[in-house]
């Protein structure tokens, strides 16, 4: 169990007797993922009941603070008045036709508003009955509205949302100025009314995770019981079930403009809402350009609706439109060039999305020269951004000068993109641990509740690049608690980045049948556009390692590849020279690594040793030739060919599989005796790990060092450090590392032992934990290293003169070996004295 302690200012509750006036929040990673549980000191809800002032000596707006807590706010009658106020107030703000449609005539207004008073003053037994109840002073309209917002709260992700604090700030109590002098009351945050819609949001809030479903499961149990025989009249019938009404939610520009702007605001969260209809977007966005064809959001809503779903036709379409309606609303010469740079910057966007990056690189020439065209130069904060993402060799902006030196107003969105490229591209040159989490902890956009999952998601993608997959497990489970909790705008690709992270790390632990079910799972609730790709490149990998690992269908794994190859063909090549090893042929096994090899110094060597550049084409050259003349007639194994484009960010990652890519072929020419290439190898792998920061792969090379040594027959100059870099390995590496590494311990040691006193010893403290990784290797069915593994204890159980139990393990052996038809192919290739 994982605990991460939060503490908050407790002094506004009320019967709270905490000694600093702070409470300790536990966030419990462990059981069920989205687990807040309550205080240390508990917070009674007084069964949902509202606790009314028994005596008013002072006035009701004095007392309101004082005589109720935050947590006794959140009751079923407050819940509906909150909603029915929310509801009220945002009808009067959206349009004036709708108001006097709720409203009609001032002195209803007035009933209106006695009618909330009262209700705030009074207990009522059936909040429900206002919904229905044709006596009450609320319209037939508001009524209908408001069923229809409880329809659409039964999703806790609209919930969290709707009754956040943040929202209320936003949305309400933000554009209270532009009303009439006799409605501003109502939404002041001072007014009695703003009080208490944030006092209920408040205490909303301040509940656990497991307070806030047991009491809207009590809510919609009651309110499916009062309404269950309620119809509404024919003139009223909404589309309840919607999250967008579409004619009547579409009756004037605001409402259109509302629309339009929600499915913006959701399109990075759709893949998690299956109730929500894609076609039913495509037909509010096409009415409302239809309706106002002037208004230039419907068109940019599409854009991004086409682009989600991969429709690049479509979204070039709509976005040109999009462009058009702005330009022609503004209609000021001034801001032409600026218009057409931001046309330039979302069509590169959207081309680099589709993985065109030529077109993307024209484009952003297109808008670098139409920027400095203009007077204000504002957009090129966006086209440095756009660089950063498009530049594989970390060239710097020139610009940068350009840029205005005053504050232009940014939205959030760039604030992150420029935060993000910043952090990733000192990722890539190799910058400090320390500067990229100072760079990460001091943004203010990296803090704030909105994209707090996305960013805590980076962090942890920098702690499995840098070899530290415990903690990076452990900040996957607070990425998928944190978005649970406050869902971030790119939620879909934060939740299945995260869970693919995890089912991998299942993977490495052992437990496959979990790693499987959870990719089903994802793909279930998750998967509906593009990151599907995502979670189905984790789910393939560990169907392709248990099949490399038990051996049985070698042409299963063809096919595993071939789809694998579809996601990411570095992975792919990678696990078809495995494949290709365990079919016997290691020189097609070496020549498919050596390629990989070649292909990422090229890259590499491309975007950062750029004086090495024609040496590194000559060798291109002459690697193409080469895989030329291996594709033979015939020939079953294809060399693949790579993406030579390298988003920022990724320049590390694809280090990371050179690096395992070199350690492979060092096993590969190890188990072939060629010792010496084997040792240029390892050379550049630790200059490659050095460079990117790859701290694990550092100690793995260097544990490969002494592998060669003992390979050569020498025996090991450094113990000291042998045993260092044991130690680091079995402290960081996930399960599947560490199991490998005990192997190599058992046998390196035999070696390295001078005393036989010491060796003896030794061997003795080493046969327990074999037995674990046996047990482990059971588990996984890896049947090569299980038999290598019988092999390595029957040879120290003869050295230690146990010779009845060494027999019995002989037996064993042959025993296994019929069971899983190997015959004689295990060889002595299988006792490699090789850590990969």
């Known amino acids: 169990m994982h605990l991460v302690s939060v503490k908050c200012s407790s002094s506004i509750f009320r019967g709270l007797t905490v000694g600093d006036k702070c409470c300790v929040f536990r966030i419990c990673l462990t059981g069920s993922p989205f687990s807040l549980l309550t205080p240390f000191t508990r917070i009674s809800i007084s069964d949902y009941r509202y606790r009314s002032p028994t005596s008013f000596k002072m006035p009701f707006y004095d007392s309101f603070l004082t005589e109720t807590g935050f947590v006794d706010c959140v009751t079923p009658t407050n819940f509906v008045l909150y909603i029915l106020l929310r509801e009220y107030i945002g009808s009067m703000m959206i349009d004036s036709s709708l108001s006097q449609d709720l409203g009609e005539a001032k002195k209803d207004k007035v009933a209106v508003y006695m009618f909330f008073y009262k209700r705030l003053r009074d207990f009522s037994p059936s909040p429900f009955s206002w919904l229905c109840d044709s006596s009450a002073p609320l319209s037939a309209r508001l009524q209908a509205l408001v069923r229809g917002r409880i329809e659409r709260l039964r999703n806790v992700f609209e919930v969290l949302s709707y009754t956040h604090p943040n929202t209320l700030k936003s949305e309400i109590f933000s554009d209270y100025l ?44 009651a309110y499916d019981t009062v309404l269950q025989n309620f119809r509404p009249e024919s003139k009223f019938m909404m589309s309840e079930q919607s999250h967008f009404d579409k004619t009547s939610a579409l009756s004037t520009r605001k ?21 929500t209809d894609v076609k039913t977007l495509d037909d ?34 709509n976005l040109h439109a999009y462009v058009e309606t702005r330009m022609a609303a503004a209609g000021l010469d001034k801001s032409m060039s600026n218009t057409c740079a931001y046309l330039s910057i979302a069509a590169a966007a959207m081309h680099l999305s589709f993985g065109q990056w030529q077109r993307s690189k024209c484009l952003e020439k297109e808008a670098l020269k139409k920027s400095l065209e203009s007077e204000c130069k504002a957009p090129l904060n966006h086209i440095r951004v756009t660089h950063t993402l498009l530049s594989s060799n970390m060239e710097p902006f020139r610009y940068d000068g350009e840029i205005p030196s005053a504050k232009v107003p940014r939205s959030p969105h760039v604030a992150l993109a420029e935060m993000r490229t910043g952090f990733w591209d000192m990722v890539d040159s190799g910058a400090p641990t320390k500067d990229l989490l100072t760079v990460h902890f001091n943004s203010a956009v990296a803090m704030s509740p909105t994209y707090f999952s996305l960013c805590l998601l980076d962090v942890a993608t920098l702690w499995s690049l840098y070899g530290y ?115 016997g042929n290691p020189l097609t096994s070496h020549d498919l690594l050596h390629h990989v090899v070649d292909s990422v110094s090229e890259r590499l060597g491309l975007s950062v040793d750029t004086s090495d550049r024609l ?96 390979q050569l027959g020498r025996s090991v100059s450094d113990v000291v450090g042998l045993r260092s870099a044991l130690h680091q390995i079995l402290h960081r590496a996930d399960r599947w590392t560490r199991c490998r590494c005990v192997v190599f311990a058992a046998r390196v040691n035999l070696k390295v032992q001078e005393s036989s006193a010491d060796r003896l010893q030794a061997l003795s403290s080493y046969l327990e934990q074999l037995f674990r990784v046996f047990q482990f290797y059971r588990v996984t069915d890896d049947r090569k290293r299980i038999l290598d593994l019988i092999v390595l204890m029957a040879s120290a159980l003869h050295t230690l003169g ?16 019929n069971e899983y038809q190997c015959g004689t192919s295990v060889g002595p290739q299988v006792h490699s004295l090789c850590l990969i």
């Not at 929600?262 to 990075?268: C, D, L």
């Not at 793909?523 to 049985?552: D, H, M, N, P, Y």
């Not at 015939?634 to 280090?655: C, H, M, T, Y």
Request: with cysteine; proline share 3%.
């Open 615 to 710: 040496s590194i084409a000559r060798t291109s050259v002459a690697s193409t030739g080469q895989t030329a003349s291996k594709h033979a007639l015939f020939s079953r194994v294809q060399f693949p060919e790579f993406d030579r484009q390298i988003p920022v960010g990724g320049q590390a990652k694809l280090a990371q599989i050179g690096l395992r890519a070199r350690l492979a072929l060092v096993e590969s020419l190890l188990s072939m005796g060629l010792c010496d290439q084997a040792t240029k190898h390892l050379s550049r792998a630790t200059a490659l790990a050095e460079r990117y920061r790859l701290e694990l792969g550092a100690v793995t090379v260097k544990l490969l060092k002494y592998v060669t040594e003992v």
């Open 284 to 317: 509010v966005l096409s009415l409302s350009r239809n309706l106002f064809p002037d208004l230039p959001a419907p068109y940019y809503a599409a854009h991004l609706l086409a682009t989600r779903k991969r429709h690049l036709t479509e979204a070039e379409s």
């Open 178 to 221: 532009c009303m009439e002098d006799e409605e501003k009351f109502v939404v002041m945050k001072d007014s009695v009314f703003g009080l208490f819609l944030r006092k209920f949001a408040l205490g909303f809030h301040h509940l656990s995770f497991e307070e806030m479903v047991r009491f809207l499961d009590q809510f919609f149990e």
């Open 802 to 817: 146990r010779t009845a139990e060494r027999n019995t393990l002989s037996r064993t052996y042959v025993q296994l070996r």
């Open 255 to 275: 409402h259109a403009l509302e629309a339009s702007t929600k499915i913006v605001n959701s399109i990075g969260l759709l893949g998690g809402r299956p109730e």
């Open 469 to 583: 997959p415990t903690l990076y497990a452990a900040l996957l489970q607070c990425v998928v608690s944190a978005d649970c909790l406050q869902p971030c705008p790119y939620s879909d690709i934060v939740l299945t980045t995260a869970f693919s992270g995890l089912i991998r790390e299942y993977n490495a632990a052992g437990a496959i049948t979990e790693a499987l079910e959870l990719t089903k799972a994802c793909v279930q609730v998750l998967c509906r556009f593009a990151e599907k790709s995502v979670v189905r490149q984790a789910g393939l990998q560990v169907e392709l390692e248990q099949a490399i690992r038990s051996q049985t269908d070698l042409s299963r794994c063809d096919r595993l590849i071939n789809a694998l190859r579809l996601c990411c063909p570095w992975e792919a090549a990678l696990y078809q020279a495995e494949v290709e090893r365990c079919r």
